[in-house]
């Protein structure tokens, strides 16, 4: 079946700071891969995606690149702002899995001013 | 943008009672819900998928008479923790798929933000 493995946080980190999440994915096929978003109270949000091999998927600075070699798609930001402080989780969906999701077990993010 | 709401988002209760959950796309149909369930710091598990109209689909080993689901109308599915006990305290996530044109799926996948159980 699919899984999904997440770095374990927390992560703490100083303002400007260079982020790397990393994330590693089982899948059988050609999944779909994800970062959501999740910040305090709120519900998960889309970060970025990316659709088939060697897609880069961005947005608000973030990058994150789908290697099917390496099976990763490592989250990345080149200076952190203290408004990114979440819970950053990675999931994948199967080719003909419609909707369903099997998302990694999260990572939080802290950063200081 | 589309929202997805859940409600309630923390509930307290005793052994041996039945908690509801409701979950709400505000400003789309949603034809297809699903429902996850997060422990401490591990991922969200999908438990079941819920398809307006007819009977929710379930994943292996979740049970369906322990978490009923309905799904009663394009904008409403509930999830129904009966006769829960304290290993049914979890963080429990919906999901809501929006449909376009012809009840073809978009793409887009919205979650509430999610009702944290606590039955003592």
């Known amino acids: 079946g699919n899984s999904v493995t997440q770095m374990e946080g927390p992560v703490t980190l100083s303002e400007e700071a260079f982020l790397t999440i990393n994330c590693t994915y089982t899948?059988?096929?050609?999944?779909?891969l994800f970062w959501y978003v999740q910040y305090p109270g709120e519900g998960l949000q889309l970060l970025l995606k990316?659709?088939?091999?060697?897609d880069k998927g961005s947005n608000k600075g973030f990058e994150a690149t789908y290697r099917k070699e390496t099976t990763s798609f490592h989250l990345e930001k080149g200076s952190v702002q203290v408004s990114d402080s979440a819970v950053y989780f990675c999931?994948?969906?199967?080719?003909?899995?419609?909707?369903?999701?099997?998302f990694g077990q999260g990572t939080i993010l802290t950063v200081h001013p | 943008g589309a929202v997805v709401s859940q409600h309630p988002s923390w509930v307290i209760c005793k052994s041996g009672t039945s908690v509801k959950i409701e979950c709400r796309s505000l400003?789309?149909?949603?034809?297809?819900m699903f429902w996850y369930r997060q422990f401490p710091k591990q991922s969200l598990m999908l438990m079941a998928t819920?398809?307006?109209?007819?009977?929710?689909?379930?994943e292996q080993g979740v049970e369906k008479d322990k978490f009923l689901i309905n799904h009663a109308s394009l904008t409403l599915s509930t999830l129904t923790v009966t006769s829960a006990h304290p290993e049914d305290s979890s963080f429990y996530i919906c999901?809501?798929?929006?449909?376009?044109?012809?009840?073809?799926?978009?793409?887009?996948?919205?979650f509430g933000e999610g009702s944290r159980l606590t039955v003592l």
């Open positions: 999901s809501a798929i929006r449909t376009g044109v012809l009840g073809l799926w978009t793409g887009e996948l919205f």
């Open positions: 899948a059988t096929g050609y999944p779909s």
């Open positions: 990316a659709t088939k091999a060697d």
């Open positions: 999931a994948l969906r199967g080719g003909t899995s419609y909707g369903k999701l099997t």
């Open positions: 400003d789309f149909q949603a034809t297809t």
């Open positions: 819920s398809n307006e109209g007819s009977k929710a689909t379930y």
